[in-house]
């Protein structure tokens, strides 16, 4: 079973930092998903990995497959980005995934 | 398009009442999957099913049936509510398997709030 953990559990930053959430699994999967919740419960996916980096508008999301490690980073950081960003580890000899627990970011004015 | 769409948003359930959450996507995916999402414990899945016809369990599937009859529809049915099943959920669906023409994305329903009394 993969285990997946999430780093910090919580984090708030002033507006226009530069962010960091940090997640990491057990075993060797196929893809690693970033997921954006915010107030009120929707999930909204972010990024799909499978090797390397992905970039869209002010995140950016990393994956080492060896160190089995992924980061997603928030550039200039607005309130807009306050939510609960998760992590979910897919593969792996299985169909289904297997989510960290989540980190609360709050980004404050 | 509608994406994914579930209902209801919000029910309340007496012990031993049996209830369906349903689930529909028209994106054509071929993977639809239920979770439940717990303070503390985040995403945790119930059952997916990577196509009509194939279901199979995931982390926590007791006391919860599925069915896929067809590659739209993936409802969870609670035969008998408990308390323990108060719970958010979610249905998700994605293509299953990742190639150029799309990014391997989950789509996510906008959840279903249950109280087991």
């Known amino acids: 079973k993969n285990e997946v953990e999430q780093s910090p559990q919580n984090l708030t930053a002033q507006e226009g930092e530069f962010i960091t959430i940090n997640c990491s699994y057990s075993v060797g999967i196929s893809a690693l998903h970033w997921l954006q919740q915010h107030p009120g419960g929707g999930i909204v996916s972010l990024f799909m990995l499978s090797s390397g980096k992905k970039k869209h508008g002010r995140l950016i999301a990393t994956i080492n497959i060896q160190e089995k490690h992924s980061s997603l980073h928030i550039t200039a950081s607005h309130p807009r980005d306050s939510a609960v960003y998760i992590c979910a580890a897919s593969g792996g000899g299985a169909d289904g995934l297997t989510f960290g627990k989540g980190t609360h970011l709050i980004i404050q004015p | 398009n509608a994406g994914v769409t579930q209902t209801p948003k919000f029910q309340v359930l007496k012990t031993g009442q049996s209830m369906t959450l349903q689930c529909a996507q028209d994106?054509?995916?071929?993977?639809m999957s239920w979770y439940r999402q717990d303070p503390g414990m985040g995403l945790r899945l119930i059952h997916y099913s990577v196509g009509a016809g194939i279901t199979d369990q995931g982390e926590v599937p007791n006391g919860y049936n599925v069915s896929r009859s067809t590659t739209e529809d993936f409802p969870l049915r609670l035969l008998s509510a408990a308390p323990s099943q108060t719970s958010v959920y979610f249905c998700?669906?994605?293509?299953?398997?990742?190639?150029?023409?799309?990014?391997?994305?989950?789509?996510f329903g906008e959840g279903s709030r249950l109280t087991v009394l």
């Open positions: 994106m054509n995916h071929e993977y």
């Open positions: 998700a669906s994605s293509y299953r398997r990742h190639s150029l023409a799309n990014t391997g994305e989950l789509f």
